[in-house]
């Protein structure tokens, strides 16, 4: 039998990120919540994998305890001096901005499992051709969290043109339940101890797509909207002080001033078209620069055969 896992997973703890001045929660997804709906995805393994901390992942995986159709697998996205790794089957935190040959022994000490997660982004700091140097047990060639036609397709041309030196990945990088179960890892048998030798054995299919970009609209009008409400329960002084959700205790500690003024934005964000018309360019420019990566990558490596644009049109 054929079984469905996620490597890529994100909740609250992974923290915050902004354009300028500008901040926003990466997730405003419990790691309760994510578990939730992995089962109801089908998942017979997820891996959460927060930016740089495993706190979110070692409550997940203690929550998934109570489940019996579902394995929980405590990971890391890791940003190296060189670009993410992501860590699997971790037992504790690893230092951020090592380098990426630091960090690999780091995972292998903890009897971990490593991946590069979108290879070949152009706006994620990421480990391109940093690959080819290190002992990685898998790379993604479909991050879900990538719309564009050819960081994906690089991905996977790298891959193919390098057999069985990397487990096929493809995790949907789900900061919220609404871009998930657009894909996903196949891999025979069931759970995570069969998942694990499939990585190993490079056994695993990479299925799916990326996320449609309308969820990516939906994604922020949802962190946008929970963020308000943080906000108004800490003017109203409704939050508990002693809540381990990292998106209460930020809301508690930033100032009044920057409260207001987050309501403000909040709110004008949320209005519409502002959302849709943000997402368009947002999403156009995405798309131009990955364009541009891919083929300045084409040039440098002097792809031979049909170049990955004809076969992405």
């Given at each position: 039998?054929m ?27 419990s ?17 959460i ?21 579902i ?33 690999m022994?780091e ?36 991050n ?6 050819w960081?994906?397709?690089t ?7 390098n057999?069985g ?7 949907s ?75 209460a205790q ?47 990558y ?14 992405t049109?």
């Amino acid at each position: 039998m054929m079984s469905k896992a996620d490597t890529h997973v994100h909740t609250f703890y992974s923290g915050t990120t902004g354009y300028g001045p500008l901040r926003f929660p990466e997730s405003i997804s419990s790691p309760e919540e994510q578990v939730d709906n992995a089962r109801k995805n089908g998942l017979s393994v997820v891996c959460i994998t927060d930016h740089s901390e495993v706190k979110g992942a070692f409550k997940a995986a203690e929550y998934g305890k109570r489940f019996d159709d579902i394995d929980v697998v405590v990971g890391d996205e890791i940003m190296t001096a060189d670009g993410e790794i992501i860590g699997l089957w971790l037992n504790e935190f690893i230092k951020p901005e090592m380098t990426a040959e630091e960090t690999m022994d780091e995972i292998r000490s903890q009897g971990g499992i490593a991946i590069a997660p979108h290879p070949f982004s152009f706006y994620v700091r990421c480990l391109r051709d940093k690959v080819f140097e290190l002992d990685l047990d898998g790379i993604e060639t479909i991050n879900g969290g990538h719309p564009d036609p050819w960081t994906n397709a690089t991905a996977q041309k790298v891959w193919e043109d390098n057999p069985g030196r990397w487990a096929q990945i493809s995790g949907s990088d789900a900061h919220s339940p609404i871009t998930s179960n657009y894909n996903w890892t196949e891999f025979p048998g069931q759970g995570e101890d069969d998942f694990r030798k499939a990585i190993l054995e490079k056994t695993t299919v990479a299925c799916g797509v990326p996320a449609p970009e309308f969820t990516q609209v939906q994604w922020s009008l949802q962190v946008v909207t929970r963020g308000q409400l943080y906000i108004l329960q800490a003017l109203a002084g409704k939050l508990d002080p002693d809540d381990p959700n990292p998106l209460a205790q930020k809301a508690m500690h930033i100032s009044t001033p920057k409260k207001i003024a987050g309501l403000i934005g909040g709110a004008i964000y949320c209005t519409p078209p502002v959302p849709f018309i943000g997402e368009y360019l947002a999403t156009h420019w995405l798309k131009k620069q990955a364009k541009m990566l891919q083929a300045k990558y084409e040039q440098d490596h002097q792809l031979a055969g049909q170049c990955l644009t004809q076969s992405t049109r």
